[in-house]
């Protein structure tokens, strides 16, 4: 079984709004990574945050970690057409390199 | 830099045939990894390298599937026979390393369909 599940499944906003994707996983981990996936091709490695960060950024990326919670968040601010992609969290295993994917929320910008 | 090349890109077989899919890692990477992509799915891990080594390959169906990196470089993942439920994206990734936190880089699959 998947160790991550992201919600919401599918989320469609305007060109400008901010889009929050949410990952929640079942046991104790590494790292959280988020990957985007544009249709028909492969992932792209987008940000990784260690359990013992809180938040981090990069660009118009904001990804939050709540270790008691099990859980983590991806925020797009100021979202564009170009941003249009599934988006995955996966969790790394305690022995290192193995990634668990979890099923991703596809994410529609409507110009 | 190059990325992680696959091929074919695309392949349709009928149930029971054989299949094989190509991967080259980008260079000096020593981590290799297959994954199977379902539709509406995330990415699950079939098999993990460390040069030419497997690492990890429980999620591998041994009965059917099979892969190898001879020489520690390309990979090569191969089903026989091939069924329907095979029908999938069939991913490639390396890494530098096996440590935990190291980006993996995806090439850009093969999709497999299965009659």
């Known amino acids: 079984s998947q160790q991550g599940e992201e919600d919401p499944q599918a989320l469609s906003i305007q060109e400008g709004e901010n889009a929050t994707m949410n990952c929640s996983y079942k046991?104790?981990?590494?790292?959280l990574q988020w990957y985007r996936q544009n249709s028909g091709r492969g992932l792209v490695h987008l940000i990784l945050i260690r359990s013992n960060e809180r938040e981090k950024h990069s660009g118009r990326l904001r990804v939050t970690l709540d270790t008691s919670k099990k859980s983590s968040s991806l925020l797009i601010t100021a979202s564009r057409a170009a941003d249009t992609a599934s988006y995955f969290c996966a969790t790394d295993w305690p022995q290192g390199g193995k990634l668990i994917f979890g099923q991703g929320t596809e994410l529609s910008v409507k110009p | 830099e190059a990325g992680v090349a696959q091929s074919p890109r695309y392949k349709i077989i009928e149930k029971r045939q054989s299949v094989a899919f190509w991967c080259n890692p980008i260079?000096?990477?020593?981590?290799l990894y297959w994954y199977q992509q379902i539709l509406g799915q995330g990415p699950k891990l079939l098999i993990q390298f460390q040069n030419n080594g497997v690492v990890d390959d429980s999620q591998l169906p041994k009965d059917r599937f099979s892969a190898e990196r001879l020489k520690g470089v390309d990979s090569t993942l191969k089903i026989q026979p091939a069924k329907l439920e095979d029908s999938a994206v069939y991913l490639c990734?390396?890494?530098?390393?096996?440590?935990?936190?190291?980006?993996?880089?995806f090439g850009p699959g093969t999709r497999l369909l299965v009659l």
């Open positions: 046991t104790s981990i590494n790292n």
């Open positions: 990734a390396s890494s530098l390393d096996l440590a935990a936190g190291e980006t993996q880089y």
């Open positions: 260079s000096g990477h020593a981590t």
